[in-house]
């Protein structure tokens, strides 16, 4: 291979590497609308906040956020939602950890941690957000819940 | 989450070394593309087989990258905003070491451009995590785990 040859598909790897960096962080963190979205068993997820069982949604709008244990992203998106509960109360945020929760995982077709699932007063999942969440991602999606 | 989490690190610690590691994995790349230079390729790719080993068995504070980051560039940065676990960079140091192993397996068996592609595939994720933070661990390891490579512990 000549030198040109090979200079040039190095500049291909780092672009092409480059590509799917910005396609990836353009598509990160954003939520996607769902229709006839399922109902969620709170007992099922076992979901739990401060130590005791969460028995009740959010009134105005829950955050059902899945996570792992290698997930740096994880933690970054729990404390926007943790910000975001302190000024909304009607808001609530779960975070349940689904790294022995293979079902979980399964059920939900989790791919990435965190995935987090938006639900209604009633717990009907409403839209899901792939990856690390973004603030404008979490106000357009509080802004359909107003009252 | 689990029971024990273990002391938090400066985030840019891990994305420092992953710049180097790129770096080293692009020249390996560069240089395995060519058979005069293929056998160098070899020796680069096995020093970051051996640095990604540390990493994926000691962590990053105890990875050479980290303690550059810590004696000659975190000295010159503002304080980090937030830390973060350990472990997320410390499974993609695992997942890098995997990669790079089957590079110098498939060199071995005479696999032609298996060490190019090995390298390419170890550059691309190592370039992700130093440009755009991207978190292997936050991608794989459900999906692993999902498929069975990962057992329940």
Known sequence: ???????GLIFGLVALAAVAGIIWRARTGKAKKISGGEQIDLAEIGAIKDGKPVTQFGSR???LQFSSEFCTACRQTARLYRELELVHPD????????????????????LQTPTTLVLDSHGRVTSRIGGAVKQQTIQDELGTFEI | MSTTTPAGIDPRGPRFG??????????????????A??????????????LFAIGALFGNSKHPYGWIFRTFVKPRLAA??????????????GVGLFV?????????????SGLAIAAAAAFIAAFLNAAFGFCLGCQIYVGLQRIGIIRKH
């Open chain 2, 18 to 35: 992953a710049a180097i590691t790129s770096a080293l994995l692009l020249v390996t790349v560069y240089l395995a593309l060519d058979a």
């Open chain 1, 1 to 7: 291979m000549s030198a040109d040859f090979r200079l």
């Open chain 2, 80 to 93: 980090p905003k937030e830390l973060e676990d350990p472990r997320p960079p410390q499974f993609a140091q």
């Open chain 2, 37 to 50: 230079t293929l056998n160098i390729a070899y020796y680069l790719l096995s020093a970051a087989t051996v």
């Open chain 1, 91 to 110: 808001v609530l945020h779960i975070e349940v950890d689904i790294t022995n929760r293979t079902d979980l995982a399964n059920k939900f077709n989790i």
């Open chain 1, 61 to 63: 709008v829950t955050f």
């Open chain 2, 100 to 112: 790079a192993a089957i590079g110098l397996v498939l060199h071995q068996l005479a696999v032609p």
